[in-house]
């Protein structure tokens, strides 16, 4: 018995797309290192809060090793800060993280390491803000890492 055109045609499309609807990417990993003068980051605090509201968990391991998800489509804030440090703020935009299957391979995990400096190293913070920025290329989808050259991390007893 042979199949109509139209339900042909309906099942050859099912079978083409699915595998690309299986492997949508739904949230983005973001894995990373803390690092200060110090080796042992046990006072160390990241936050990360999410679209302004929800705050993530985060796991900071004593090492300065951290590791937390974000969902796709989101926007964040990453707020790293230790005793005797500036605390640092990064702006992360997942939005266009899952843009094409290259994307998704390479955004499954994104890797980076924040150096939080002594505040006697830098007693005049200057502008206040983030002072990097991870984002996503609309159309490939393609990790994008911008720093901000005119802000630099406040000083932890500033308020």
Known sequence: MRLPKSLRLLCATALLT???AAHALDHVMIIGWLSSTEADQQDAV???EVEGETCVYALLAPDGRFAFSLPVDARAEL???KPGHQWKRIA????????????RRANKDVRFEVVLER??????????GAVG???FLKG???MK???HAGAIGHASHRR
């Open 119 to 128: 505040d006697a190293d830098r007693p005049m913070a200057a502008e206040p």
């Open 133 to 135: 920025s991870i984002s």
């Open 145 to 147: 890492v911008r720093y």
């Open 79 to 81: 707020f790293f800060g």
């Open 92 to 103: 992360v935009d997942t939005r266009n993280a899952d843009g094409s299957a290259r994307a």
């Open 140 to 142: 490939t989808g393609l």
């Open 18 to 20: 699915s595998p690309f």
């Open 46 to 48: 990241l936050s990360v």
